[in-house]
């Protein structure tokens, strides 16, 4: 479909370095087929060394008990599902820019969308680890399924949110990595050609599944990744939807909230796109791909950020607001409890990283210099995480009977097994830089032609 | 021996590898170590069938443990498996003696109740006397006689110990018997034949908490030296003096009973109005209506401020000056005119061991003509009867070496007093000191001989609670171990072939059958006795007495008493005090105590040092800061502790701790306060002048199950004054919120279960959770999981302070599962672990609990509790539930809940499901208050009620009318069956 289209020649080109179409499979391409290098070897090293550490004290934590996290009868839930809603957030960024961006005809998706899916199945991944490991009895996890049983008539609790939650973490990691794979099958017979290596070939041709190229493959290929964006799209808005339901029906003050929902997506975009944007900088910069993901990329991913930062930010004072409006005595204290009780570093924390730093990106040249926009995407995760567990731990420590007010504190435990996760990020997400196509090939070489017919039309005019 | 080495090789030899046809030397090495040959002789056959059948032989000769699990083929009569039975005893927990019921599951006790036909306690108990169920399957306790360590038979222990005996006799040394007060009359009736047949021998008896002071007083004051009995029920105007009647002093579970009878409000009666005067926060003064707190050394000068202003009023003689400094003068004024106005209807106590203090107390009583009215000087108590004075004299006895034999029984002399350092040297001197104590203490591991005792559980006895009330303790259990009662040894010394149990019926037969006349034989009456546990003699009505001495010279007295004058406003002193849970200490190896928060501090495991916010402040101290306490007497470690309500120069400690020899559980458990306590001139003293503080820079982690004081404005306890509920009952409670929903009402089944509990009648004694605990199996965490706020209670106490930090009121809120009928729980819960049964009741299926912990999350009252890590079996976790012996105590009914579960407030299911069954059983409907919640049926106020909500007649049913009935966090919709009455207060 979208070989038709003509973009302005008043946009900023997409692809830079006057590449042609060779040059962008060879430019991809390459890096898969040489040996790693020393770089990648060091970070792989360090985030498998990571995973493993992360998955010992997740043993550790199983063999003994929950008891060796930090919480207690007041605070149930802490860095588990801080944890497990700040990666769902980050695995938001990925189906928005394929599916969403998709249908939207935005063409600055191709360069990044490839790698931002992947970091979105990773990331759901790493979330899925703490709804099972956050259970006193995580042996028992499959009973959250609502499978056929011989005990008696039992079942799942369907008006649980976290039940719903199961339903569509699963749907949500599902379809995008249908999504994930579907859109690498032509770039997958790409490699397929190109490889020497006979047990890369062997596996490429499966994993193509025959892929020819012709006409007809690629209609059907045009169609099938259209029904998928369509179906991937309302599962965008959903997943987050749900996750900010375990709060919003509760009847916790700071949780019992209806503008969680939007909020709760808005946020999740938010922090995927941060996380995109700190993964392809890294990624453009070790993979030499300066000229596919362009600045003109970047300072796009800024101007979402700010945009979704600003609406979060909104949010935040909309919460404020409410908590006053609503004349609610113990949400009026919970939201003044956040702002200047005992977590209020935790608070002011968000606050700054989520609200003011991204409003820095209202400047050109700070959303077109690498450095700065680094380090504020990074920012922008450490107040997406702080977010949750402002959410999740000031809202619990103190509720509604001061009795059983209690404080939290991390345990090493919980702490390792968080940086644990990250080790799975990273392994995961090198193992693919490393393995297949960073860049989604064909689309670029889509991007591209037109781009170069455009010249070519201003060269003749 | 090698019989073939000797054989030339055959010429045909088989081989098996070329090596050994070589004949390899290393292969001959290996073969060697591979298959040793060897084959017996004849002569070794025989010699090796020999011994194998010897060892056979002597190996079955030996008595493996038989392990019998045979169901009943004769079942013995009244005893059914499954089918509880309860027999009445009597507690020994503390002093006071109050009635049991104890609960008896297949041949072993499981829980302890109240007595209801116990006139001292009627039914209630306190959490030490509750808990003493665990003290009888202490795995620690000393499991057989032992002689300087080393076991001994007991019939070769009674020989040495006859021989010392008769030896000190015949030499005209002292034998002592040293006990705790003993009221048992056959006890005391075999004591006496004892000291008969030893002449030289005595019998010493102190109290570590004394009450000598107090009996002298009334030596003095009325000419008898007797410990009165005390009607707070009778009295409209109560004033407590440094007594914690409520939470440790005397009688607490009958005190609490009788007062909470004048606090519930009935229409029409104006509940009582309560003032106390304390240096220490106590339980008691938390549930005054006024509370003055003053230094320890102004309490005799407060006391006789009062004596003072109701002399006045009485129109007696003016007392001579003395300092009033600091003192509250006007409140006291005004509470003098209040007692007058209700004269023969008040009650002025204190717990001070200051004679002069009691004395002014006993004018103050005279002068309102309370003696003979709430002051019973007739039908005295028969608690604390000891003398420390005669244990100084022993040790003093001891030291001059006079001593041969020491006979130790009931009290732990090594810990448990001030004298306790010189009771160590002295006793270095005395060549048979013997211990009956069935449990490890500092005293049973110096002394030569153990003779270990019985739990009061596994014994008889009796006991004389007050004069004419006689209780029967009967045995629920054989002995677990090799232990005999200590009155068993002395009839074995005497020479008395009887058994304790045969002496005991003898000395009722001729003591107390023929003072009745209802009965026409012994064994009727004896079986009657024994069922009710008590046993009553007619009593006559009190009697006024007269004031011997009068109020001048009190005053005189005390002005002239050295060790009474003010130590100045700056000084600081400390007041060491009995804790709700441990009390005098003998009971430190029980986890559940050590676990059981004190009412108003809520800390637990270990005391700390109660300082006032202001002065820790001052000096930069916080919760948890060890400071060393230096005294004329030693020092102390303690951490501090920030307790609103503490005077600005006072200190507090418990008592109770600190135990170097107690078991696993409570050795070195909080710092032993005894050695700083005074004696002097014949009385232990418990406060302590001239204290310096000194920080050691060190911290550590006190463990309280509460942070948080304030209610933060929130209508959480809702409380009223008596005047402004006279106007109108609904106040306090006027905005109850109008509950609308958008769903049909739950339709509830057969019954619909509801709660409700009257903050007027609750002190915050914690009897109810020591009740819940030994009901529902609920673990015990430790220190270091308290302290992550992990405690497992199931119900617990909320306590709230109100108004400034110097003199708060205090709150106390029994919180619970509150069994909500939108439970919030419930629907969170994937896996639907926790669900609503058809009456009424929040139920947790820990089968199905896979530990999401989403419903403690969502529950507003935060009740529900989860299973951090295996309580049970689980050595990290040393305290009851990994002791074989101690798990005899778990309740058959209730699961063992493993980890990674939630767990909460079942409201007794089991105790629901067996009242229904009962009534099924015997075709009739269910009884309203038949069936009794754990904590409910400990409770000495009874504030609790618990019924059926769709019966309208059922006591539950009209409570939820009352104007005072209000339901917490009600305006959340989750519509609780567990509900409050005010709290209503009687503040001038």
């Known amino acids: 479909m979208s070989r038709l289209t003509v973009s302005s020649p008043l946009r900023p080109p997409q692809v830079t370095g006057e590449k042609s179409m060779v040059d962008v499979t060879e430019d991809v391409c390459r890096p898969l087929e040489r040996k790693a290098g020393a770089g990648w070897k060091l970070l792989f090293l360090l985030s498998s060394l990571t995973l493993l550490m992360g998955a010992a004290l997740v043993g550790y934590q199983i063999k003994k008990g929950i008891g060796v996290w930090g919480l207690n009868k007041t605070i149930g839930w802490a860095f588990d599902i801080t944890n497990f809603v700040f990666w769902v957030g980050i695995g938001h960024a990925g189906t928005l820019i394929s599916a969403i961006l998709l249908l939207f005809r935005q063409k600055w998706r191709t360069s990044i969308n490839r790698a931002a899916e992947a970091m979105t199945i990773f990331a759901v991944l790493c979330a899925a680890v703490f709804p099972v490991i956050h259970m006193g009895r995580p042996w028992l996890a499959f009973w959250v399924f609502p499978y056929p049983n011989l005990r008696g008539s039992l079942w799942v609790n369907f008006r649980s949110p976290l039940l719903w939650d199961v339903f569509a973490i699963s749907t949500y990691f599902i379809v995008s990595a249908v999504f994930w794979y579907i859109g690498m099958i032509p770039d997958l017979a790409t490699l397929r050609d190109r490889t020497t290596n006979k047990v890369k070939k062997r596996l490429f041709s499966v994993f193509s599944l025959g892929w020819d190229g012709s006409s007809r493959t690629w209609a059907r290929y045009e169609t099938l990744t259209l029904i998928l964006a369509g179906l991937a799209t309302p599962l965008v808005v959903s997943v987050h939807t749900i996750v900010s339901m375990d709060f919003a029906t509760s009847v916790i003050p700071g949780w019992h909230t209806t503008i969680f929902p939007p909020y709760f997506v808005v946020g999740a975009v938010f922090s995927g796109f941060g996380m995109v944007l700190t993964l392809l900088i890294l990624t453009r910069r070790v993979m030499h791909w300066e000229n596919y993901i362009t600045m003109h990329h970047l300072e796009n991913m800024c101007k979402v950020i700010l945009a979704t930062g600003s609406i979060v930010g909104f949010a935040y004072v909309t919460e404020f607001f409410m908590a006053w409006y609503s004349g609610n005595a113990y949400e009026m204290f919970t939201f003044k409890n956040r702002a200047t009780g005992p977590y209020a570093w935790a608070y002011w924390t968000m606050m700054t990283c989520n609200l003011i730093v991204p409003q820095l990106f209202w400047f050109k040249k700070i959303r077109t210099s690498i450095v700065p926009m680094f380090i504020l995407s990074i920012l922008v995760n450490v107040g997406m995480w702080f977010e949750r567990f402002v959410i999740i731990v000031t809202s619990l420590h103190r509720d509604f009977l001061p009795s059983s007010w209690a404080m939290y504190k991390p345990t090493f435990i919980e702490v390792g097994t968080f940086l644990g996760t990250f080790g799975l990020f990273f392994t995961c997400f090198l193992l693919f830089i490393r393995f297949l196509p960073g860049i989604a090939i064909h689309e670029v070489k889509i991007v591209l032609s037109a781009q170069n017919k455009r010249e070519e039309v201003i060269r003749n005019v | 021996m090698k019989p073939d080495s000797k054989k030339p090789v055959p ?33 070794d056959f025989l010699k090796l069938m020999g011994f194998g059948l010897g060892t056979v032989a002597m190996t079955a ?17 009244e005893l059914t498996p499954g089918v509880a039975n309860w027999y009445a005893t009597t507690c020994a927990g503390c002093s006071a003696g109050c009635g049991l019921l104890v609960k008896s599951r297949d041949g072993r006790p499981i829980k302890v109740e109240g007595n209801p036909e116990s006139p001292l306690n009627q039914g209630g108990v306190c959490a030490l006397g509750q808990a003493s169920l665990l003290s009888l399957y202490d795995g620690a306790r000393l499991k057989a006689p032992r002689w300087e360590g080393n076991p001994i038979a007991w019939d070769a222990l009674d020989e040495k110990v006859r021989v010392a005996l008769a030896s000190a006799a015949a030499e005209g040394r002292k034998a002592v018997l040293l006990t705790g007060t003993i009221s048992g009359p056959s006890t005391l009736a075999l004591i006496e034949e004892f000291l008969k047949k030893f002449p030289g021998s005595s019998h010493v008896a102190y109290d570590p908490v004394s009450a000598k002071a107090i009996r002298e007083a009334n030596r003095r004051s009325f000419g008898a030296a007797v410990l009165p009995t005390y009607r707070f029920d009778l009295a409209e105007r109560i004033v407590g003096i440094q007594a914690d009647f409520l939470g440790s002093w005397l009688s607490p579970v009958e005190f609490t009973r009788q007062y909470v009878s004048r606090r519930k409000l009935k229409l029409g009666v104006e509940p009582s109005r309560h003032v106390q005067i304390e ?10 209506d006024l509370r003055l707190p003053i230094a320890p050394d102004q309490t005799a000068w407060a006391t006789l401020a009062l004596l003072e202003a109701v002399q006045a009023l009485a129109g007696g003689a003016a007392l001579p000056d003395f300092p009033k400094q600091g003192l509250p003068l006007e409140k006291i004024q005004a509470v003098a005119k209040d007692l007058w106005a209700h004269r023969g209807k008040s009650l002025v106590v204190s717990g001070s061991n200051e004679p002069v203090v009691q004395a002014a107390v006993n004018a103050i009583n005279a002068l309102l003509d309370n003696i003979g009215k709430t002051v019973d000087l007739d039908g005295v108590s028969r608690q604390k009867l ?3 004075a005669a244990l100084a004299e022993l040790v003093a006895a001891m030291r001059r070496g006079e001593v041969a034999a020491l006979l130790i029984e009931g009290v732990n002399p090594a810990y448990d007093n001030p004298l306790a350092g010189e009771f160590r040297e002295a006793l270095k001197k005395v060549p048979l000191s013997l211990s009956f104590s069935p449990a490890p203490d500092e005293t049973a591991a110096l002394v030569r001989a153990q003779a270990p005792g019985l739990h009061f559980l596994e014994a008889w006895n009796d006991a004389e609670p007050r004069a004419g009330l006689f209780h029967l303790t009967q045995p629920l259990i054989a002995p677990l171990f090799d232990n005999r009662g200590f009155q068993d040894g002395l009839l074995r010394w005497l020479g008395l072939g009887q058994d304790f149990y045969r002496y005991l019926q003898a000395h009722w037969e001729k003591t107390l059958y023929p003072r009745q006349t209802k009965f026409l034989s012994f064994r009727e009456f004896w079986n009657h006795s024994l069922h009710d546990g008590v046993f009553r003699l007619p009593g006559s009505d009190p009697q006024a007495k007269a004031l011997v001495e009068n109020p001048v010279e009190i005053a005189r007295a005390a002005l002239a008493d050295p060790r009474l004058r003010a130590a100045g406003a700056e000084a600081l002193q400390m007041q060491v005090y009995e804790s709700v849970a441990l009390r005098e200490g003998a009971a430190a190896n029980n986890p559940w105590l050590q676990e059981l928060p004190d009412p108003v501090t809520k800390v637990t495991w270990g005391n700390v040092l109660k300082i006032a916010p202001a002065e820790a402040a001052r000096r930069g101290w916080k919760d948890g800061d060890v400071v060393r306490v230096e005294t004329e007497r030693g020092n102390l470690e303690l951490p501090v502790f920030l307790q609103p309500g503490m005077p600005a120069k ?17 050795k070195g458990v909080g710092a032993d306060a005894y050695p700083m306590l005074g004696y002097a001139d014949g009385y232990f003293r418990y406060a302590i002048p001239g204290v310096r503080l000194a920080a050691t820079g060190r911290a550590q982690r006190v463990a309280t199950t509460q942070t948080h004081g304030s209610m933060e404005g929130r209508a959480i306890v809702r409380q009223t004054n008596f005047d402004e509920y006279k106007k109108n009952p609904r106040a ?5 919120p109008k509950l609308i929903s958008l769903w049909p009402a739950w339709k509830e089944g057969a019954h619909s279960w509801g709660m409700a509990i009257d903050l007027n009648a609750c002190t915050g004694c914690s009897g109810c959770l020591i009740g819940c605990q030994v009901e529902n199996n609920v673990p015990v965490v430790g220190a270091e999981e308290v302290w992550r706020r992990r405690e497992m209670g199931w119900i617990r ?41 058809s009456d009424g009741l929040n139920q947790q299926v820990y089968n199905r609990c896979v530990g ?17 890590f295996d309580y049970a079996d689980n050595p990290e976790f040393d305290f009851n539930l990994n002791d074989q012996v101690a798990k005899l105590a778990l309740n058959p009914d209730i699961t063992v809940r493993s980890r990674g579960v939630m767990e909460k407030c079942s409201m007794c299911i089991q105790r629901i499901q067996e009242g229904k069954l009962q009534a099924k059983n015997e075709g009739r409907a269910l009884k309203d208050s038949e069936i009794q919640m754990a904590c409910q049926q400990s409770c000495p106020g009874k504030a609790i009620v618990f019924g059926d909500l769709n019966d309208p007649n059922s006591e539950i049913s009209k409570l939820l009318k009352d104007e005072r009935y209000y339901a917490v966090l009600e305006e959340l919709n989750v519509r609780p069956a567990v509900g409050y009455l005010t709290k209503v207060r009687n503040k001038e």
């Open chain 2, 852 to 868: 999401t912990r989403y419903c403690a999350n969502n529950c507003p009252y935060k009740v529900r509790r989860f299973n951090w």
């Open chain 2, 732 to 736: 306090g409670n006027e905005d109850r």
């Open chain 2, 797 to 837: 106490i909320d306590r709230y302070y109100v108004g400034d930090a110097e003199n708060p009121e205090t709150l106390h809120q029994p919180m619970m599962c509150q069994h909500c009928g939108n439970a919030p729980c419930e629907t969170v819960c994937p896996v639907l672990a926790t669900v609503h049964s």
């Open chain 2, 650 to 666: 006072t200190l507090g400690a418990a008592l109770g701790y600190g135990r170097t020899a107690a078991g696993k559980v409570g």
């Open chain 2, 61 to 77: 000769c030996t008595r493996s443990p038989v392990h019998k699990a045979i169901p009943f083929l004769q079942k013995p009569e």
């Open chain 2, 11 to 43: 010429e045909k030899k088989a081989w098996k590898s070329l090596e050994e046809l070589r004949e390899d030397p290393a292969r001959r090495e290996g073969k060697a170590d591979e298959f040793p040959e060897w084959s017996a002789s004849r002569r």
């Open chain 2, 386 to 388: 000891g003398d420390e």
């Open chain 2, 279 to 288: 240096s220490d926060f106590s339980l008691t003064g938390s549930n005054a």
